[in-house]
């Protein structure tokens, strides 16, 4: 098992009249802490991109138990659970500044060919440094 933690502070524009974020946010952090889980890796998307491979999201799923609050700091702790293969599933849990779990979620995302527009295994490189993880 692998697993990565970014912080984020929760900003004014990414908050509704109550001061809690929009529900649709939640997915930008999700995104922050895939790509911020990909660098501690040594990885990026772009290098990824430029390899020919790209990582589109195929399903999300969000349970929203308390909410992220303006100016908060909130932690994204993302796992992966197995080794990717065609699909790589992330699972998210965030936590607010107390330390409660207040969202949990999930993506999974392909990972595909760009000049076949086909489904393939990961970058080998992406591979070899998840391996420890799963050893």
């Known amino acids: 098992m692998f697993t990565h933690e970014t912080k984020i502070r929760v900003r004014y524009g990414e908050t509704d009249q109550m001061?809690?974020?929009?529900?649709g946010n939640y997915a930008e952090f999700y995104e922050v802490g895939r790509v911020e889980m990909l660098r501690s890796l040594g990885m990026t998307y772009r290098s990824m991109e430029e390899a020919g491979v790209m990582m589109p999201v195929l399903e999300m799923r969000c349970k929203y138990m308390k909410p992220a609050r303006y100016d908060e700091e909130i932690t994204v702790k993302v796992i992966l659970e197995k080794m990717p293969g065609v699909k790589i599933r992330f699972v998210y849990q965030l936590t607010n500044e107390e330390?409660?779990?207040?969202?949990?979620g999930e993506t999974t995302l392909a990972f595909v060919d760009m000049k076949r527009n086909r489904p393939c295994m990961p970058p080998?490189?992406?591979q070899e440094r998840l391996r420890p993880f799963f050893a």
């Open 124 to 126: 080998e490189d992406f």
């Open 99 to 104: 330390n409660e779990l207040i969202h949990e």
């Open 19 to 23: 001061g809690y974020m929009y529900y």
